[in-house]
């Protein structure tokens, strides 16, 4: 999965310091998730709070279990690459096998300036759920709905949107969606209180994708000129994945947004292919599905997201362009449920009209997958962890008349950012 990288010794006359070797590297690849309030176990943020788990990161880096990166190497080349260099990796090692020595203040780079609370950098509009949710201490909780107006008077573009949950040990995911005015999506449900969906009655059609938080995800990274729409009069849907964990709590989630102040030249979406009537049967190693979507218009492919659940295994997008030709864009040889990762391609991929994008999802249902929850169960589609997903989301930036409706063919399933 990963590139082969030479352990052997550094040169003996060299020695890595925390300072200048160490630090630099910390900053670029580990402290988004590793500073106070933020999901990672330790800060890792100066020489103090790094020193005492040197052991526990020498170990996880030469594993290569962190930084969070499953993506093939040799398929692609990713922006958002979080995996070290092959020097980096060195430099790591060496430092904790040298006794983990700070070095000289002096030679540490400036401090990474991070804003409390937030990885995009102060919000200019902030949109919290006006009531709380309080989550039970046991028991399965469905998913959580609640409709925050936005009273936008004007269409707003958003360059920049964080999801932030108000109680993180206990929720699994939130998505944020836009509701435009005027559709039949949760006709007639509360506004501002959380609810949960009455099976028997039609949901309608779910609006688009505005902004998501899950395990291991960061906010994603649109390019200059490009921006999502939120039309006026438009509401916020926030869908909530409660999971309890023998400890009652209270929950009130938000989304930050930094606004686009010029005119875009580009509307971003999201959509997905996605297959959502399957049977995986009970003991099944390598259980296959596949998935396609169609495109109706031009457009650039600017990230991927493969989604299942505890028994993903491994996943891989493909490309067929409407002459035929067939290009891999992503593999994941060894899918992990517990770091739902964006992946944004370091080279923009142009659509044209009549591309369609391949999904193949292999599951694993058997008694050696040590997450599986019953591997004597045939597993569905469903909403909670021990159901199953095999949803390929990916997003593309188009021409600023493009909606979902002009983008997918007439009749084409789309299920634009709704469960992970």
């Given amino acids: 999965m990963l590139c082969s990288v030479s352990l052997a010794q550094s040169p003996s006359f060299y020695k890595p310091t925390f300072y200048k070797d160490v630090l630099p590297v910390l900053q670029q690849h580990c402290q988004a998730c590793h500073r106070p309030g933020e999901p990672g176990p330790m800060p890792l943020l100066d020489y103090a709070g790094t020193k005492p788990w040197a052991a526990a990161i020498r170990q996880k880096v030469a594993s290569r279990q962190m930084p969070p990166w499953f993506a093939d190497p040799t398929i692609n080349h990713f922006s958002n690459d979080r995996s070290l260099s092959a020097q980096d990796i060195r430099a790591i090692l060496d430092w ?3 006794g983990a020595p700070s070095g000289d ?4 780079p400036p401090p990474a300036h991070w804003v ?4 995009i950098g102060r919000p200019e509009i902030v949109f919290e759920m006006p009531a709380a949710f309080d989550i039970p201490a046991s028991g399965v909780v469905p998913y959580q709905y609640v409709i925050v107006p936005t009273r936008f008077q004007r269409d707003t573009w958003v360059r920049l949107g964080e999801v932030r949950a108000g109680d993180r040990a206990r ?6 969606s836009v509701r435009e005015p005027g559709s039949n999506w949760l ?11 009455d099976p028997h009655r039609p949901m309608g059609i779910p609006g688009e994708f505005l902004a998501g938080y899950g395990p291991g995800a960061m906010p994603e990274l649109l390019a200059p000129g490009e921006a999502k729409l939120i039309k006026a009069g438009s509401d916020l849907v926030f869908q909530l994945h409660y999971t309890p964990n023998g400890q009652p709590g209270c929950d009130r989630s938000r989304i930050g947004l930094i606004l686009a102040h010029q005119p875009p030249r580009r509307r971003v979406l999201m959509l997905a292919a996605a297959n959502l009537h399957f049977a995986i049967p009970p003991g099944d190693p390598d259980y296959s599905l596949d998935a396609r979507i169609t495109l109706n218009a031009p457009s650039t492919l600017i990230s991927l997201l493969p989604h299942m659940h505890l028994r993903g295994k491994s996943f891989e997008f493909r490309v067929v362009f409407p002459d035929g030709r067939t290009e891999t864009l992503l593999r994941v040889p060894h899918y992990s449920y517990n770091w739902q990762l964006s992946y944004y391609l370091a080279k923009p991929l142009p659509l044209p ?5 391949e999904c193949t999802a292999h599951f694993d249902n058997s008694a050696a997958n040590p997450l599986n929850p019953d591997p004597t169960k045939t597993v569905r589609f469903g909403p909670q962890s021990w159901d199953e997903m095999m949803i390929g989301y990916f997003e ?9 409706r002009e983008l997918l063919l007439p009749g084409a399933p789309n299920a634009s950012g709704h469960g992970m």
């Fill in 116 to 119: 409390e609370g937030w990885t």
């Fill in 105 to 108: 203040p002096k030679d540490a």
């Fill in 353 to 357: 009209s009549g591309t369609t994008i």
């Fill in 187 to 197: 006709s007639g449900e509360p506004i501002g209180v959380p609810f949960a969906l």
């Fill in 171 to 176: 929720t699994h995911h939130i998505v944020v």
């Fill in 396 to 404: 593309v930036s188009t021409d600023l008349k493009n909606g979902l």
């Fill in 96 to 98: 904790v096998d040298a």
